[in-house]
């Protein structure tokens, strides 16, 4: 069973940084991809950052140039290195990740883990 563990997240002052991690266990088989969402108050659930297991990242264009995704060797570590941290960014951050197994592609989502902004 995939499981997936969020940590990193905190109250953080406008401009500040953070620095998530997301733990990865229990696939035998390489994901496909991992990312992260995130859900603002009030708010659907949307796309942060992905990497593929071909390192191609995608980002949302409200966090493109301050936020940046990484792994650890075989995605059993996802990071989410947050800069210039603004008011907006304030949401639950999930982490994700896709397993193609038997032509079906799977998705496991972490618990989340809460980033805060405010002065």
């Known amino acids: 069973q995939v499981q997936l563990v969020e940590s990193g997240g905190g109250l953080v002052q406008p401009g500040g940084s953070l620095r998530l991690s997301c733990a990865a266990s229990?696939?035998?088989?390489?994901?496909?991809?991992v990312g992260w969402y995130r859900r603002a108050p009030g708010k659907e659930r949307d796309l942060v950052a992905t990497i593929t297991n071909g390192g191609r990242t995608n980002y949302a264009d409200s966090v493109a140039g301050r936020f940046t995704i990484s792994t650890g060797d075989n995605m059993d570590m996802v990071f989410l290195q947050m800069n210039s941290l603004k008011p907006e960014d304030t949401a639950v951050y999930y982490c994700k990740a896709d397993l193609r197994q038997y032509g079906i592609l799977y998705y496991y989502w972490g618990q989340g883990t809460q980033v805060t902004v405010s002065s």
């Open positions: 229990g696939s035998h088989l390489p994901f496909t991809a």
